[in-house]
Antibody, heavy 117, light 108 residues
Framework: EVQLVQSGAEVKKPGESLKISCKGS????????IAWVRQMPGKGLEWMGI????????RYSPSFQGRVTISADKSISTAYLQWTSLKASDSATYYC??????????WGQGALVTVSS | EIVLTQSPGTLSLSPGERATLSCRAS???????LAWYQQKPGQAPRLLIY???TRATGIPDRFSGSGSGTDFTLTISRLEPEDFAVYYC?????????FGGGTEVEIK
């Protein structure tokens, strides 16, 4: 069974750094892209970018380029999304999902990030 | 970037009625790489339809997708209580991939 299990909810202050994770299992982690999707409170879905864990090839949406970093550690089948300096506007639920330029069939459960002073 | 515009924003219907949701793209999706997702409160989105009209595994046949070029439609033939949710379209043929703003199907 394909599963993507994300790290838990986080509460951070503006300016702090954060790295959230997404662990894949039940399939060959290095053979499928992983996407990150943002959902701000009460809003729609936004595609942030993707990574191919096999070779760490990474693509970003222009809207998120330079604001976040997507990475992966294939040795532990885990993808990451990180920020160096959080803003209140980064408060959202972040989903990982399996897929690059393909439909997103499998999703993580989501990680709620709250940034507040 | 391809912009997807979904309409209406909210659809108020009763169980048993037919729902028709629209997704319009700012450029032609020549490869028909369009998907539909369902999202319920507090849950991750679920893939319903991909390739414009192919149902994902386990999706009931009351859900159907159609369209081409810039105009796409998700139809729910007879609404079941569990179908009241928010629906998003997504194009996955051109980077950056993009989602529509969503249509909420609510109980009338």
């Amino acid at each position: 069974e394909v599963q993507l299990v994300q790290s838990g909810a986080e509460v951070k202050k503006p300016g702090e750094s954060l790295k959230i994770s997404c662990k894949g299992s039940g399939y060959s982690f290095t053979s499928y892209w992983i996407a990150w999707v943002r959902q701000m409170p009460g809003k729609g879905l936004e595609w942030m970018g993707i990574i191919y864990p096999g070779d760490s090839d990474t693509r970003y949406s222009p809207s998120f380029q330079g604001r976040v970093t997507i990475s992966a550690d294939k040795s532990i089948s885990t993808a990451y999304l990180q920020w160096t300096s959080l803003k209140a506007s980064d408060s959202a639920t972040y989903y990982c999902a399996r897929g690059g330029r393909e439909p997103l069939r499998y999703w993580g459960q989501g990680a709620l990030v709250t940034v507040s002073s | 970037e391809i912009v997807l515009t979904q309409s209406p924003g909210t659809l108020s219907l009763s169980p048993g009625e037919r729902a028709t949701l629209s997704c319009r793209a700012s450029q032609s999706l020549s490869n028909s790489f369009l998907a539909w997702y369902q999202q319920k409160p507090g849950q991750a989105p679920r893939l319903l339809i991909y390739g414009t009209s192919t149902r994902a595994t386990g999706i009931p046949d009351r859900f159907s997708g159609s369209g081409s070029g810039t105009d796409f439609t998700l139809t729910i033939s007879r609404l079941e209580p569990e179908d009241f949710a928010v629906y998003y379209c997504q194009q996955y043929g051109s980077s950056p991939l993009t989602f529509g703003g969503g249509t909420e199907v609510e109980i009338k």
